[in-house]
């Protein structure tokens, strides 16, 4: 075991690194400048922790929010590392005794509020130490261009001439390519390397459903997360206070946070939810900032969201610990009118209609009948490849095609006989024979499409024209008012006489309520329940939240491996020495009464590490999709079969390969070999255009190979 990989064990408890994690610690550990910019829950923290414990002195973090301070400098300490914060919340005593120790060498890791940096003194302190590395956490701070600017964050721009030679590592999570540039120029990073990671959080299931009988399908996802956190937003002050009330009327263990409680009782219901006291908590946006809890479940948005980036920052607070989790919308049209009356108190004019702009982009996802995952990315400038993600409401339920040949062709038609320069209400008139001013001033009832359409509501032909712009057949020219207009792949489909397109029907809510997580993972149930149990009385005894203790991961592979010894409590995710040290015979112990009491045997530990590293990225239920393939697979399916049998693509399927194979399971795919000629064209393509991205594979051999085959194939020479 390398150095770094011991040290990540004994003082993390973790066996493996995460993705780009080792080559971030190594490229701190070498004395370089870094950036970060990986998603929520990805794991920046250990980028700096790790180095700060394997090398000499001690390591600044800069951090802007309290609350997280206290909690990260909690979770080291219990890890066995010398930390300690510095804010306003100590006194100048308590404040006096860690500058003592800091300057004494006995700190590994000293947390540092931004605004203690304006103050002299602070400064000569911080001079008067041995700093092996600056870590910059929430770098977007500094950049006015970012969405969360704090002025304190203008002192660190000394840093680099203050403590020259000092590495200093920037990392954030949001960060558009103008905020990353301000950040390294700000902070004067010297030429940085610099590590960027897709937005895509796979363990997140991303759902809309109508908001019919909302309470009822609030209720209904709120047993599917049974005795787990969950964090529902809504819309006023009001809604919280309504809806955790009649939660708990029902029995549900719910309390409202918002900005409008006093302070006390906002404080007093937030660490509520963070020590596990309260399952749910009704807010608005304003609740999340100051959490890191890791293990959110469930995120419901009982209203429409103000923009996508605020949506897709509200759901982050979902799934930090990697474990499978689900964010719902419940999303009804009218709740636009809503947003919009409030949207008249913007007195700026650019404002305004950029709040109106950014709140169509949120019904946009929410009206997509194409994968949600792959439109959010793509918005975020990311792109997705895979066809199924597997893991949003329109990937997961495959609905029912019809024949959509001769309404696609009417709606083309009106919108090449209109000039392909009006938007989709326009073009709804016309096929339905509307007259309204714009269409007589335009003469165009006078086309023969004009009233074309009676077999289909208006809402129906929304639908389906939204439907033909993610599939290539129309494309949207975006602005104030976004028009329409038939693309190149559409005009010759429509000169093709033989062409047929086959669209899904449109279909109401699917709420999978059923959801066996023991099962799904298998681990045993009532034992987990136990270690939480005992997770939470030590946590109280200790005053710190649970999951500071252990994480849920930690405590479904105890659930799973029972082990019985301190020897194989070690191997559990999560313990370190320290942890084993501290919490190791109480658990045990819980355990071995347990197996007593039950008669119940455990699942045997894998001999290697890494093999038991399960999947633990993929949406809720991939992993028993995940093992449907392996066993299929063993069977020696074929790859059509196996798609059959899940209702997946043939793409899909590869990609469950790859990742099958990305966890360390030994796979006998030989049989899946297509001829040889195949293997060596598509192959020969592959080293000719490198195999990351597939689109160039595909020109590069005239689209004579589908991409499924070059998939097969990429994966197939990897061995
Ligand atoms: P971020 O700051 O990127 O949002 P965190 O640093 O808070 O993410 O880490 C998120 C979670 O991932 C934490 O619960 C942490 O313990 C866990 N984690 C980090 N690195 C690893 C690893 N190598 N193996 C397992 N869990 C990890
Ligand atoms: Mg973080
Ligand atoms: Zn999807």
């Not at 005795?227 to 919280?240: L, M, P």
């Not at 994480?551 to 194989?568: H, I, K, W, Y």
């Not at 195949?678 to 080293?687: K, N």
Request: hydrophobic share 35%; aromatic share 10%.
């Amino acid at each position: 075991m390398s150095n770094i990989n011991f040290a990540l064990k004994r003082h993390f408890g973790y066996d493996t690194f995460r993705p780009q994690q080792r080559e971030i610690v190594l490229n701190v550990l070498d004395g370089k400048d870094t950036f970060v910019l990986m998603p929520t829950g990805s794991g920046k923290s250990l980028c700096y922790q790790l180095p700060a414990v394997a090398s000499d002195g001690v390591a600044l973090v800069i951090s802007p929010l309290i609350a997280l301070m206290k909690d990260q400098v909690d979770s080291l300490i219990q890890n066995g590392i010398q930390a300690a914060y510095i804010n306003s919340t100590l006194n100048k005593d308590e404040i006096r005794t860690i500058m003592t120790d800091a300057k004494s060498g006995m700190l590994d890791i000293l947390y540092v509020a931004p605004e203690r940096l304006s103050i002299n003194d602070f400064q000569e302190f911080l001079q008067s130490l041995s700093i092996s590395l600056i870590a910059i956490d929430e770098a977007h701070c500094i950049s006015e261009w970012g969405h969360d600017f704090r002025p304190e964050y203008r002192n660190l721009r000394q840093f680099k001439s203050m403590f020259p030679g000092v590495p200093i590592i920037a990392l954030t999570a949001t960060a558009t390519e103008k905020v990353r540039k301000d950040i390294i120029y700000q902070l004067s990073l010297d030429d940085p390397e610099i590590f960027i990671s897709g937005f895509n959080r796979e363990n997140l299931t991303l759902n809309v459903y109508p908001k019919k009988n909302a309470y009822g399908t609030i209720t209904k996802l709120l047993d599917k997360y049974k005795g787990e956190s969950a964090i529902i937003y809504c819309f006023s002050r009001k809604n919280t206070e309504e809806l955790a009330y009649d939660l708990a009327e029902d029995g549900y263990c719910a309390l409202a946070y918002h900005a409008g409680l006093d302070p006390v009782t906002r404080k007093k219901n937030q660490e509520a939810f963070v020590a596990d006291r309260v399952d749910i908590i009704v807010a608005t946006i304003a609740f999340g900032m100051g959490i890191d809890k890791p293990d959110v479940r469930l995120v419901i948005h009982h209203t429409l969201p103000k923009s996508l980036e605020g949506y897709y920052q509200e759901i982050g607070r979902a799934g930090r610990d990697g474990l499978p989790a689900e964010c719902v919308m419940l999303y009804s049209y009218g709740d636009k009118t809503k947003h919009e009356y409030f949207f008249r108190d913007i007195k700026d004019n650019k404002e305004r209609d950029n709040a109106r702009i950014k709140l169509q982009q949120v019904i946009d996802y929410a009206s997509l009948r194409s994968c949600r995952r792959k439109h959010i990315l793509e918005y975020f400038g990311e792109n997705y490849e895979s066809e199924n993600c597997g893991g949003c409401d329109i990937c997961m339920n495959p609905s029912e095609m019809f024949d959509a040949t001769e309404i696609t062709q009417k709606i083309l038609s009106a919108c090449i006989r209109t000039g392909n320069r009006f938007g989709k209400n326009y073009l709804i008139d016309i096929l339905k024979g509307k007259k309204t001013d714009q269409v007589l001033r335009n003469k165009h009832h006078d086309l023969s499409v004009f009233g074309i359409v009676s077999d289909y509501t208006r809402d129906q032909l929304k639908d389906i024209v939204s439907m033909l712009i993610p599939t290539g057949y129309m494309s949207i020219r975006k602005g104030e008012y976004p028009t329409l207009s038939v693309t190149r792949k559409a005009a010759e489909w429509l000169n093709d006489k033989n062409a047929k397109i086959e669209l899904p029907k449109i279909k109401g809510t699917v709420i999978d309520a059923y959801r066996e997580v023991s099962e799904e993972f298998g681990f045993d149930a009532g034992l987990f329940a136990k270690l939480r149990e005992l997770r939470k009385n030590i946590a109280n005894d200790k005053g710190v939240p649970p999951f500071i203790v252990f994480g849920d991961v930690s405590l479904r592979e105890m659930a799973r491996f029972m082990p019985q010894t301190r020897q194989e409590f070690s191997r559990i995710s999560g313990v370190g020495s320290q942890k084993l040290k501290l919490f190791g015979d109480a658990f045990l112990s819980v355990i071995s009464k347990y197996r007593q009491d039950n008669g119940v045997s455990p699942m045997s530990f894998p001999s290697m590490p890494s093999a038991r590293t399960r999947i633990r990225k993929g949406s809720a239920g991939a992993d028993s999709r995940y093992q449907k393939t392996k066993e299929l697979l063993e069977q020696k399916k074929s790859l059509k079969d196996i798609a059959a049998a899940h209702g997946f693509t043939v793409g899909t399927i590869l990609s469950h390969i790859e990742r099958l194979i990305a966890v360390g399971e030994k796979l006998d795919l030989a049989y899946l070999m297509p001829n040889q000629k195949t293997f060596d064209a598509v192959s020969e393509a592959l080293d000719v255009c490198g195999d990351e991205t597939l689109g160039p594979v595909f020109k590069h051999l005239d689209e004579k190979y589908s991409y499924d085959t070059i998939k097969l194939v990429r994966l197939l020479r990897r061995f």
